[in-house]
């Protein structure tokens, strides 16, 4: 096989390939390989890329949500201990609130604070009780007369009881040569969970 005339001559019948020539049979088979080597990688390649792509993303993910893990648990210990303090300022802020047989020595507290500031009381209503999330609020209407500087002693001394205890809705009008201060004091009460009383 010298030229193309060579080839031209040549029997070329699919069908009787055995009688091709020794290097032409070995073309067609080497071509007819690479063809079936081309295929079979470039679909198993290509399925294997498409789930090589998945495990990737899905590594991204996996990394940051291992990330995201690990700063949470790098800081549990300090968040445990914020909770259990939290916890126990919870306590101890509950237990500044007046329980239901607390209220009553709550109110002569405050009305104890306004006598001993030289306050006047000219009224002393409390309210019903009004149940809120958690707690409870109990509402006191005052009406007190006295001198400027005995009403902060009064609202220092409400600062300072052991109950919590809240002056809202304060105004204050001038009544001869002394004044008069109209406010709300609210004492609140902890509701446990069951809506019950503390």
Partial sequence: MNSLADLKDLDLDINNIGNWPVALKAIVVAVACILVIVAVLYFDTYDQQDALEKVQKNEVTLKNRLKIRAAKAAILDQLKAQL???????????????????????????????????????????????????????????????????????????????????????????????????????TYRYLDDEGGQK
């Avoid at 009553?104 to 030289?118: K, M, N, P, R, Y």
Wanted: aromatic share 8%; no cysteine.
């Fill in 84 to 186: 259990d303090e939290m916890r126990t300022d919870f306590k101890k802020l509950s237990r500044q609130l007046p329980n239901q047989t607390e209220v009553a020595e709550l109110l002569v507290d405050i009305s104890q604070t306004g006598l001993a500031s030289g306050l006047e009381f000219e009224l002393f209503r409390p309210s019903p009780e009004q149940p809120k999330d958690f707690y409870a609020e109990l509402p006191i209407q005052i009406r007190v007369t006295g001198r400027y500087h005995e009403f902060g002693t009064f609202a220092s001394g409400i600062a300072a009881l052991p109950r919590i205890v809240t002056l809202h809705n304060i105004s204050l009008a001038r009544s001869g040569d002394k004044m008069v201060m109209n406010a709300t004091a609210k």
